[in-house]
């Protein structure tokens, strides 16, 4: 019998240079939702008009030769922001780079995971703080205060969120024009036969964003997909959660940092130690240690600055 070689005999395994696997999430959304104000220092007071001053009905009639009806208004220099560096490194010692085959390129897969990590704490952070109760200027809870969106045959949430609207309207003379939830709550809304039945006409007969947008007479609509684990680096195994789950929170923000305006909520970010960008990452050389450091930076904080502004929708279903 000839002997030929086998397969395994002509080929060594390699890796692949035109794929690799890889994990991140696909969006964020707490940068669209506040508008950015970029400052000069790191800490300092947000001026605010007394709201009752400028909703009163003062004007009066005149008569010749007599002064004007006088009156005014009331300033507030009590909030703050102070913006915190928030910061995340990755260490590349040189004999991992040069023995690094492709596809792996360690300054690049270095910058793109602490460019994430800075992204995702300003996601975490903008769920921990503002969707969330006892903050905004109401709360209401499904089954306490209004039927879950998933109950299809007895909840109204077009009802519901125009309540909210109508409410922020009625506190602030603005109209919401934002809305954020999670990916759980937009999955119900789509299936509800409140917006079925304003589509069942269409062309298409299904539900986009566009669509709720116009119904509701919004402007933004944000539906939160990004996921977070709180699991110990190195652990077994991680559990992985929605960073916005099953709430939604209505809110009016300005389009863009503006005088004489109220807006649901800021982000301001440190100007001279961010170059004008809202993060940035620098390489940092450890000759003794032969390694570089790649870090991550923030200096940002994400500020409720008119809480009237925003009507939160907690437990919207199951």
């Not at 917006?195 to 062309?203: C, E, I, S």
């Amino acid at each position: 019998m000839a002997f030929q070689p086998d397969v395994g005999d002509v080929h060594v395994d390699a890796l692949l240079t035109n794929l690799s696997i890889g994990y991140k999430n696909q969006k964020y959304i707490a940068d669209q939702v506040f508008p950015i104000v970029m400052v000069d220092k790191q800490s300092d007071i947000i001026p605010k008009y007394t709201k009752a001053y400028w909703f009163l009905d003062a004007a009066r009639e005149r008569a010749p030769g007599t002064q004007a009806a006088i009156s005014g208004y009331a300033v507030d220099v009590t909030s703050t922001y102070f913006c915190v560096n928030f910061a995340i490194g990755k260490e590349i010692p040189d004999e991992v780079r040069a023995n690094a085959d492709l596809p792996y390129d360690m300054d690049r897969d270095g910058t793109e995971w602490v460019t994430d990590r800075i992204m995702m704490k300003r996601e975490t952070k903008f769920a921990a703080d503002f969707m969330t109760t006892s903050l905004w200027g109401t709360d209401v809870v499904g089954t306490t205060n209004f039927t879950k969106w998933d109950d299809y045959g007895a909840s109204a949430p077009i009802k519901d969120i125009r309540t909210g609207i109508r409410t922020v309207r009625q506190a602030t003379g603005f109209r919401p024009n934002c809305l954020i939830m999670g990916e759980i709550v937009w999955n119900r809304l789509v299936d509800h036969p409140d917006f079925l039945d304003r589509v069942k006409h269409t062309q298409l007969g299904v539900i986009s964003r566009d669509l709720v947008k116009s119904v509701l007479e919004l402007e933004k609509l944000f539906v939160a997909e990004a996921l977070y684990t709180t699991s110990d680096e190195g652990s077994s195994t991680y559990t992985y959660s929605d960073i916005i789950d099953d709430d939604a929170l209505l809110l009016y923000v300005a389009d863009r940092p503006s005088l004489l305006v109220p807006s649901a909520g800021y982000t301001f970010v440190w100007r001279p130690l961010t170059g004008g960008g809202v993060q940035f990452i620098r390489r940092i050389r450890d000759d003794k240690r032969r390694k570089d450091i790649i870090e991550g930076h923030s200096y940002f904080d994400q500020v409720a600055t008119a809480t009237d502004a925003g009507y939160f929708m907690s437990d919207c279903c199951d």
